[in-house]
């Protein structure tokens, strides 16, 4: 029988032990895509407690502790820190057989050195001791990311924001590149022709550029995209729940965004024609620039509509849709491509069910201009477990080259993450272990680990063209 989380955690033979601890382990992190907050990284601020660094803004642990029967006043609401953390410490033993349970203590033993279990018995001594230690000046948050060999981090921010976080961060010649990632999911979202126009006004202002037809928006939008460019970006993304790919004209499209600065909601084919267009002018300038662009597939958010209205979006009320995803995505990349416009693109898949669908949806549009062009993304969100990265590794190795996968992304909200890049590595090791060990894939481990190395950080580096060692 194995100790929990030994040095051998997932590694079930000798082979995958070989592979990871003398391949994968040392390799460092490129972070492509996250939601850490650019001005905490700018102000290097030290988090004062525990439940700070680890609670705030966590849906996932806010999710267990409701189904554990916790009070809503211990995630979001106005409990102390303490009262919150031990609340989530008597959660912790029930979250058995739930990624929870491995991050909670993988994140403990890496960052604090902490090995005991967390429980409500021992909630008080990790407190106390981690919190020391996210107090003193080893623990601000630059250096977590050293802790974690964290090499480039993406951010993820709307066309409207002043970047100036990033630039004080470049000015500082922090050794980590933090960049931007150019998210316009509000800038296309044209459901309420109210909310629309106050985001328009947002856009003028960020750009001083006056919209007064869509040829302007497009131009104010784009002044956004070229000054992320500036900053030092080469990354945009969206968070949709499918690919839009409507056929629309130009007249139909400038009728609708007139429509809407009238103020009047548009109909649900307008909806879709407008989006499809401005997917299309986005991915067209990620092109121009050589950007990579990343689409989110498949989340169906915001399923609870009380809760919704009482704590807002990203509080932990979404879940896997169902949505059909292979048509439109084939004609939206198809339209691209015709055109010679089609950018490096990551698609990400939240419905397992879809698996196959996106690995063999990638070589559609894999033309031999670059190793990878289209990429099969992580398992992402709920799928970012042992599990939902088994299957995507599965599926991509069976209909496409997992040689040449950019790997593993937080996605995350938490400096304290970055032990998910360690827990796919160990999931990776020990499957191409476990084939060497069956007679699956012949015993070179010098090539397999390259392989490895590869997946883990040289594929990432190379794709994004970050040039770091």
Same mark, same amino acid.
């Given at each position: ?312 979006? #990203? ?8 949505? @059909? ?5 084939? +004609? !939206?990349? /198809?339209? $691209? ?49 042992? #599990? ?8 991509? @190795? ?5 040689? +040449? !996968?950019? /790997?593993? $992304? ?60």
């Amino acid at each position: 029988m194995k100790n929990f989380l030994d040095e051998n955690f997932l590694l079930q033979n000798k082979t995958a032990e070989k592979l990871y601890h003398e391949f994968a382990k040392q390799m460092p992190v490129i972070d492509y895509h996250n939601h850490l907050p650019p001005d905490q990284i700018a102000n290097d601020i030290n988090f004062k407690n525990l439940t700070q660094v680890w609670l705030y803004g966590d849906h996932y642990k806010w999710r267990a502790m409701r189904t554990n029967g916790i009070d809503e006043s211990y995630c979001t609401g106005d409990k102390s820190d303490f009262e919150k953390f031990e609340k989530w410490a008597a959660t912790v033993p029930y979250t058995l057989r739930n990624p929870l349970y491995h991050w909670t203590h993988l994140e403990l033993q890496r960052y604090y050195n902490i090995t005991k279990i967390l429980s409500a018995d021992t909630a008080k001594e990790i407190y106390d001791e981690a919190s020391a230690k996210l107090i003193t000046p080893e623990y601000s948050v630059r250096n977590l990311l050293r802790k974690a060999n964290v090499k480039v981090l993406c951010t993820t921010d709307d066309p409207i924001d002043s970047l100036e976080h990033h630039k004080k961060i470049a000015d500082d010649n922090f050794e980590i590149k933090i960049l931007p990632a150019f998210r316009p999911d509000k800038a296309m979202n044209c459901d309420d022709a109210a909310a629309f126009n106050a985001y328009v006004a947002k856009v003028e202002a960020a750009s001083n550029i006056s919209v007064s037809s869509y040829d302007d928006y497009l131009k104010a939008l784009k002044n956004r995209h070229d000054f992320f460019a500036s900053m030092g970006a080469s990354v945009s993304d969206h968070g949709l729940e499918q690919i839009y790919a409507e056929d629309y004209t130009d007249t139909e499209i400038k009728n609708i965004f007139a429509k809407l600065r009238s103020g009047t909601n548009v109909s649900y084919e307008e909806n879709l024609k407008f989006k499809s267009a401005m997917l299309v002018d986005f991915a067209k300038w990620d092109h121009e620039k050589g950007w990579v662009q990343q689409y989110h597939l498949g989340a169906l958010r915001n399923n609870n509509a009380r809760m919704m209205r009482l704590l807002g979006a #990203d509080t932990g009320w979404d879940s896997i849709g169902d949505f @059909s995803q292979g048509k439109a995505l084939a +004609k !939206f990349l /198809g339209k $691209l491509d015709t055109t010679d416009q089609l950018a490096k693109t990551i698609l990400y898949n939240l419905n397992p069910a879809d698996n196959e669908l996106m690995a063999t949806m990638i070589g559609n549009f894999n033309d031999g201009s670059v190793a990878g062009k289209i990429q099969f993304g992580s398992g992402w969100w709920f799928l970012d477990q042992k #599990d939902g990265m088994v299957k995507q590794l599965n599926a991509l @190795s069976n209909m496409g080259l997992v040689s +040449k !996968f950019v /790997g593993m $992304l937080t996605d995350s909200r938490s400096f304290m993450s970055y032990p998910r890049h360690e827990y796919f590595r160990r999931i990776l090791c020990n499957m191409f272990g476990e084939e060497i060990e069956n007679g699956e894939i012949p015993n070179n481990i010098e090539w397999v680990g390259k392989v490895i190395q590869d997946i883990c950080f040289n594929n990432a580096n190379q794709y994004f063209g970050f040039g770091v060692k």
